[in-house]
């Protein structure tokens, strides 16, 4: 298969259509992958944010006094409370917050970002990300499938990597089980997260920092004849990580 950056972008704003810049600036084919930064989805659907729309509750306030004593960093409540409207729960509190967003994902302080806001204090992870992948899609003459992509830390490993939040026209995992391996044995657990390896291929070649680009096509890729699942984040019953981190306490060594 073959990745490549869509060039000449412009810096997004407001209002922006992302599915006409994107057409303007590459030649599509039926069967691409239109990978698309968070970032600039939430620039055009205005999710900016300044720190004053957020007045610290009590809760807030508890927060980032104890992250500030724990880290030795000063604090902004304000940005507690942000995290905390954009999430519907607080897996973890301290050393750092780790929240579910209202449409699921996981991840550190609710995915609000201060960096490449376009001039705003925080920008907001889209309010739905597969209906905003549907939109672009929409927006696209070609046949193809759209994934919004944000770079996200691992548990248990060092850096980050694309993931996909949100997608259109395409499953999100290829269902593996039942199948059999090169020896013969069957399949039992193997479900794979296809539109995170694709977000994870357009993230090595869009770049970060000030040499990124927004949005990567992947071409002559194919889903193949397997099943396919929306299901990519794990309901609280079985995700036995979270459970665990819900009475866990942070000693501070």
């Not at 104890?66 to 973890?92: C, H, K, N, W, Y």
Request: net charge negative.
């Amino acid at each position: 298969m073959e990745a490549f950056a869509v060039p000449g972008l412009p810096e997004f704003e407001a209002g922006d259509d992302i599915a006409h810049e994107i057409e303007a600036a590459s030649d599509l084919r039926d069967g691409d992958v239109v990978c698309v930064a968070s970032t600039v989805v939430s620039k055009v659907e205005g999710r900016t944010a300044d720190l004053a729309d957020y007045p610290a509750g009590p809760r807030a306030r508890e927060i980032a006094a104890r992250l500030e004593e724990l880290t030795g960093d000063e604090r902004d409540p304000r940005f507690a409370q942000a995290v905390l409207e954009e999430s519907t729960d607080l897996v973890m509190d301290e050393p750092f917050l780790l929240t579910e967003t209202r449409f699921g994902h996981v991840g550190v302080n609710a995915g609000i970002d201060r960096s490449n806001t376009g001039g705003a204090e925080l920008l907001l992870l889209p309010r739905r990300p597969s209906e905003s992948a549907e939109r672009i899609r929409d927006g696209l003459d070609a046949d193809v499938s759209v994934v919004v992509t944000d770079t996200s830390g691992r548990s248990f490993r060092h850096g980050q990597t694309g993931v996909a939040i949100g997608w259109a026209g395409i499953p999100a995992s290829r269902d593996w089980r039942g199948e059999t391996d090169r020896d013969g044995h069957e399949l039992e657990v193997t479900v794979e997260s296809v539109v995170d390896e694709l977000a994870a291929t357009a993230n090595l070649v869009s770049g970060e920092g000030d040499d990124g680009t927004p949005a990567v096509v992947v071409r002559d890729w194919a889903f193949g004849d397997h099943e396919g699942s929306e299901n990519l984040y794990r309901d609280v019953e079985g995700d036995f990580v979270r459970q665990a981190l819900r009475g866990w306490r942070y000693d501070g060594d």
